[in-house]
């Protein structure tokens, strides 16, 4: 199976990056993250639903591949939130102090 973590952004690279280019980072991070939380929730919505049709039921391999999908997805969700997270970090770090 393929590692997402070598399809997303490195955080350590970060230091080289423009702060308008980190807050961009971000964003798509948070943008992607919530796109596959609908995604995630509209796909529990059709498995519960199949799940419910006694005629068409559900194929074991369907379910399988659905489990897969969603530990893919989850991963994904869980990788883009460490780079939202490590970019907003990041441009806290270039902040300038404020005074107490």
Same mark, same amino acid.
């Given at each position: 199976?393929?590692?997402?973590?070598?399809?997303?952004?490195?955080?350590?690279?970060?230091?080289?990056?423009? /702060?308008?280019?980190?807050?961009?980072?971000?964003?798509?991070?948070?943008?992607?993250?919530?796109?596959?939380?609908?995604?995630?929730?509209?796909?529990?919505?059709? #498995?519960?639903?199949?799940?419910?049709?006694?005629?068409?039921?559900?194929?074991?391999?369907?379910?399988?591949?659905?489990?897969?999908? #969603?530990?893919?997805?989850?991963?994904?969700?869980?990788?883009?939130?460490?780079?939202? /997270?490590?970019?907003?970090?990041?441009?806290? #770090?270039?902040?300038?102090?404020?005074?107490?």
């Amino acid at each position: 199976m393929t590692d997402f973590k070598q399809l997303l952004i490195d955080p350590e690279s970060f230091g080289n990056i423009t /702060t308008d280019r980190l807050k961009s980072i971000g964003s798509a991070a948070d943008d992607m993250g919530g796109t596959i939380s609908h995604g995630i929730a509209a796909i529990g919505a059709i #498995l519960a639903s199949a799940a419910m049709n006694e005629d068409a039921g559900l194929n074991t391999d369907a379910v399988a591949d659905l489990g897969w999908l #969603l530990q893919s997805l989850g991963t994904l969700s869980s990788g883009l939130d460490g780079i939202k /997270t490590r970019a907003n970090s990041r441009i806290e #770090l270039r902040s300038p102090q404020k005074e107490a």
